[in-house]
């Protein structure tokens, strides 16, 4: 019993390694898993005193455990049965998909990465290269939903300054929870996009199964009260005007509320527009060519930063004019009049998209874009001055927020105009200006959120008291 026995050396360090191993993960980690969890709930805890919204246990929930719950859902195992006869399979290998679909899509949010990171970070950038501003249809019912219900916030798709902007600008109310397409899983945005609690969804290559763990993670995260933000269009418009709303991710929220449940779920239309959008060229060639195809490289964008840091330290960088978003009025899923209850996540996307469409901001660019788009001529900055400030008294009868640099429409004109000529999509001669013909769609594409707005003839009611109030 107490003999000596020799071993090669490779054998003993492999004993000793999985001796290690074991003794690390059965004793140590879960010891600084807890540290790290109860430092965790510290920061959050401090955090939910001055959100407006509280971030939910559901949010802060751990990803394995979450993964569990979802994967032994009622209908995501009946979902993955379904998909395993299907195909031919065993119901273990179904179940395993369905697990796989839920590592995919269900995100690990750390409130550190969050707050601590990403909030600084979308200010930073947001700052950097816009003057931001916000309205509001009616800040009192902004304030006023209800605490127990759950916020989704729904958005026109004009850039991917949107995540930025927004993330930012909601920051004082809660941490919002998006829907990323493909485009971000790259190396080493995935990691990142998860922690500051995104999930990712496919565009493409989805089938029954995948969609039903999609839809039951959507449910979830809407019963725990979880802030969202989602984009209906589904991509960034072409053409600047709002696209037809695809009603996945909505459908997945109206058809599960239960309109007896404790929490309402509360639609917050927000309208974003820019003096300029930074991937516009890129939009207009997609529209031109029909080819939808937006491959993320990460080079690109290091060039771009690069550039701008370059011209910053020339001091020669003009920021890229303003930015500018609209909170509309809220709606209340449980309030909402449906007329057909077999179409009801139609008639909410239909609504949401008009109140959004409403509420497009107009700022400097966009509407001199349209002003030169109406006339189809050269006009004099006289004319033009004279023209803006006739459109500006029908932005205030119709309740379109307008934002001017300084509340002064001859800012507004000239910065505007600067814009223009500095890209070359307006060409100036003396003190007349022309559409560059070279650079139509580009014009045509920005007096598209003006035309837009001024198209709905009823935009939701709100405050006169808050109708239209900047705040840089």
Known sequence: MFSTVEIPLWLLILILLFAAVTALSHFLLPSVRWFFRRRMERVVARLNQRLERPIQPFKLAR??????????????IEASGKWAAEN??????????????????????????????????????AQSFYKVRTSSA????????????????VMNHRSNMDYVLVTYLAAERSALSYAV??????????????????????????NDLYRTVLERYVQLATKGGVAQAVFPEGGLSLTGHTAPPKLGILNYIVSDF?????????????????????????????????????????FGIFGFCFRQIKLMLQRRFHR??????????????????TVDHSNATA??????????????????VPTLCYLLCKEDAPLSKEALKEQLSDLVVLFRDKNIPFHAPENDLDEALRIGLRILVLRRMVTQKDDVFAINPQEVDLVRYYAASVAEALSITDPPRRDAENAATARS
């Open 181 to 206: 397409g493909e485009w971000a899983r790259v190396w080493p945005l995935t990691t990142l996009i998860k922690a500051m609690g995104a999930y990712f969804i496919r565009r493409k290559n989805s």
């Open 320 to 337: 890229f004019g303003d930015a500018a978003v609209h909170f509309g009025m809220p709606l209340s899923l449980r309030s909402f009049p």
């Open 258 to 298: 239960d309109p007896l449940d404790k929490g309402d779920v509360v639609f917050v239309p927000v309208s974003l527009n820019y003096d300029r959008v930074l991937e516009d060229r890129f939009l207009i060639e997609a529209k031109r060519s029909g080819k939808r195809r937006f491959r993320f490289r990460m």
């Open 88 to 125: 031919g399979m065993p119901e273990n290998v179904g179940f395993e998909t369905a697990k796989r679909y839920a590592r995919e899509i269900v995100p690990g949010f750390s409130a550190t990465a969050y707050f601590g990171f990403a909030i600084r970070l979308a200010r930073l950038l």
């Open 138 to 153: 009616d800040d009192l019912a902004l304030r006023g939903i209800d605490a127990d219900a759950t916020v989704i916030y």
């Open 347 to 364: 008639q909410v996307g239909k609504e949401l998209m008009r109140r959004i469409g409403a509420g497009l901001p107009a700022l400097p």
């Open 63 to 76: 990803r394995h455990d979450m993964i569990q719950r979802l994967i032994y859902d009622a209908k995501v």
